[in-house]
């Protein structure tokens, strides 16, 4: 018999082994890094057990001043369609209290039938562009003034999160960084600080390109921000460009980034560069979120 309980002593590795079942079998990752990236750091959410075996696993971030909660789940595709996406999907629900937004990685067929049947409408799709690293790159061209170095660990965090929290002042997750995240990707075996680049004019840090490199060639714009009061100086692009051509000597096959699809500035500039859409993650959201 299934049990709804949070995350047991130990069974981080369970989780973490349903997750790369579903990857494997629908060609998506389930969990976004953050909610990976909490459960490996010991703020695990909530599974479904079937004695020892744990078959399904939810992650929840409570609501925050302005913003509803949001949650991700999984279920081992062995134990699918025997309802255990809904009772964690319930169980997320009245553990949020109020308005919840749940993310689809994907946008499978069957994430959109369970939203659907639990009266969830589609709120936010985030786009999944990529382009082959090997095609033509223009030059970075930087304003009079602005020079481009690398991060430093142990010194560049907090100037980072205070430009990082203005140019994304209206994001629902990149703005609300805090220093325990920076911290956390700093641990990832994957962390660069040489390809964490920071733009600065007269001192002072105006913008920023942090890539990424995963396994199996793929590289990543992991996140591109500029400070609004340095807007209008090119800085967006010639950042992408920088880092592009940093994954691209890297040698790197492939490389991603994620927009949100309602960003259409962002998304003209990455099309104008060579990408074209890959996958797509959608949020649902209660209809009191909307």
Do not use: C
């Not at 965090?157 to 997750?173: I, K, Q, S, T």
């Not at 309602?262 to 979120?289: I, Q």
């Amino acid at each position: 018999m299934s049990e709804l309980r949070a995350v047991g002593d130990g069974e981080v590795g369970d989780v973490l082994t349903l997750v790369e079942a579903a990857a494997s079998a629908d060609s998506v990752g389930p969990l976004s890094e953050h909610a990976l990236l909490a459960l490996r750091g010991g703020r695990a959410g909530t599974v479904v057990a079937d004695g020892p075996a744990v078959v399904a696993y939810a992650h929840l971030d409570p609501a925050t001043d302005g913003e509803p909660a949001a949650g991700e789940l999984v279920v081992h595709p062995g134990h699918r369609r025997r309802g255990h996406g809904r009772a964690l999907l319930r169980a997320l629900r009245e553990r949020a209290d109020g308005p919840l937004r749940v993310w689809a990685h994907g946008d499978l067929p069957s994430a959109a039938a369970l939203a659907k049947a639990e009266g969830m409408s589609r709120d936010r799709a985030l786009l999944q562009l990529r382009r082959p690293a090997s095609g033509p790159l223009p030059e970075p061209s930087l304003a009079e003034g602005v020079a481009v170095r690398a991060f430093e660990p142990g010194k560049d965090e907090r100037a980072w999160l205070d430009v990082n929290a203005r140019a994304f002042a209206g994001h629902p997750e990149q703005g609300s960084w805090t220093i325990e995240d920076v911290r956390d990707r700093e641990a990832e075996d994957w962390f660069d600080p040489a390809g964490f680049f920071l733009a600065e004019r007269d001192g002072r840090l105006v913008g920023f390109h942090w890539t990424k490199v995963h396994p199996g060639g793929v590289g990543e714009v992991y996140v591109v921000g500029v400070d609004p009061d340095a807007q209008g100086l090119g800085l967006g692009r010639a950042l992408t460009l920088t880092g592009l051509r940093h994954l691209r000597d890297a040698g790197v096959e492939q490389i991603m980034l994620y927009v949100d699809e309602s960003n259409a500035a962002a998304v003209r500039l990455y099309e104008k560069l060579g990408f074209t859409r890959h996958a797509v993650d959608v949020m649902y959201a209660t209809e009191t979120t909307r």
